[in-house]
């Protein structure tokens, strides 16, 4: 395994540029090399953090990248941590959220780095899990990379699992000054990768020893918006056949701080709950009893979101491998179909 992770964080620009320098961008991008190296899932041989040569032109942070992306393999993970300066142009054919370099310029779109040249090399990167962490301006406009050519997912095809974590949600524009309640060092980064930063090295009180995609979510959700410092923008993150489930980090809290592990749900919506978190952490458990898995499909089905229906699939797809007995897989169906009919 040869899983990979790409920092970019181009923290200064040229004085007549109209682009802020902020050095709380090549803090953030040094603190993730630094929690990177400690997390044994990945140490320093695996992440490379960009040096301010490297990011001064688009030429040289897409050779990196490529370089990243073709070490990978089927059974990898290739991670890429954007921080910087977002931006969009609607004017611009194929319109798109543009990464700054070093050598960027306000008002000029081809001095800055198109997202669809990073997507591209990340839909061809053999990794099983391609993850972009976007802390920047527009980051929330990033599945939308224009209209033509439509593109076959946010990353890639769909059986690629991909997953696109952004600073904003619903909001345009992300903060770079510190947060004045984080402690140490993490305080010196921007809002979003200090919270993040702050969880990768210190871990979550959840039972689990590893931090998945649905848990990392759910944790910097929470400790934005409870944060006393200040009033922080809602991140957002975008799976396209990713599990949820999917290990990231080590979850560096001590055995002893954390929770202990949870009763299985009873309920049809505690199991929904449950799952939505994280699909696969207790689903072996549901696919004991074929009629409650068949009640928390149809309920799963009867919800308007994408992400229940979404689930709702995986765990069919998974309840039709289980239950290969016609009695098991009636009492299965039984339930679904009841809801099917309402």
């Not at 290739?78 to 611009?92: A, E, I, P």
Request: glycine share 6%; net charge negative; hydrophobic share 40%.
């Amino acid at each position: 395994m040869v899983s990979r992770a790409v920092v970019i964080g181009p923290a200064r620009y040229a004085v007549d540029s109209g682009i802020d320098s902020h050095p709380p961008i090549g803090e953030s991008a040094r603190m993730y090399g630094e929690v990177f190296a400690g997390d044994e899932m990945w140490g320093t041989d695996c992440c490379r953090v960009l040096t301010e040569d490297e990011v001064q032109t688009a030429d040289a942070v897409m050779r990196a990248l490529q370089e990243a992306a073709d070490e990978t393999g089927p059974d990898d993970i290739f991670l890429v941590v954007y921080v910087g300066h977002g931006q969009y142009w609607s004017d611009v054919p194929g319109a798109q959220v543009h990464f700054s370099v070093g050598s960027s310029y306000r008002d000029k779109p081809w001095t800055w780095l198109s997202s669809w040249y990073v997507y591209r090399v990340m839909r061809k990167a053999r990794a099983r899990l391609k993850v972009l962490i976007a802390d920047c301006c527009y980051s929330n406009l990033l599945p939308q990379l224009g209209e033509e050519p439509v593109l076959p997912g946010v990353l890639g095809a769909l059986d690629e699992g991909t997953c696109v974590f952004t600073a904003v949600k619903n909001a345009n524009f992300a903060s770079a000054d510190g947060c004045s309640a984080l402690p140490g060092n993490f305080s010196k980064c921007t809002p979003f990768s200090g919270h993040l930063l702050r969880i990768l090295q210190d871990g979550t009180k959840d039972h689990n020893h590893q931090l998945t995609i649905g848990l990392l979510r759910e944790a910097v959700k929470k400790e934005m918006e409870n944060c006393t410092g200040a009033q922080h923008q809602v991140p957002r993150m975008s799976l396209n056949d990713a599990r949820d489930g999917t290990p990231l980090f080590t979850n560096q809290m001590e055995l002893k701080k954390r929770d202990p592990v949870p009763q299985l749900p009873v309920e049809p919506a505690d199991w929904v709950k449950t799952l939505m978190m994280d699909r696969d952490s207790r689903l072996d458990e549901l696919l004991k009893d074929e009629r409650k898995t068949g009640d928390v499909v149809a309920l799963l089905s009867s919800r308007p979101d994408e992400a229940s229906r979404h689930l709702a699939r995986h765990i069919d797809v998974r309840a039709n491998q289980a239950f290969n007995s016609p009695h098991a897989f009636a009492r299965y169906w039984n339930q679904v179909e009841k809801a099917l009919r309402v």
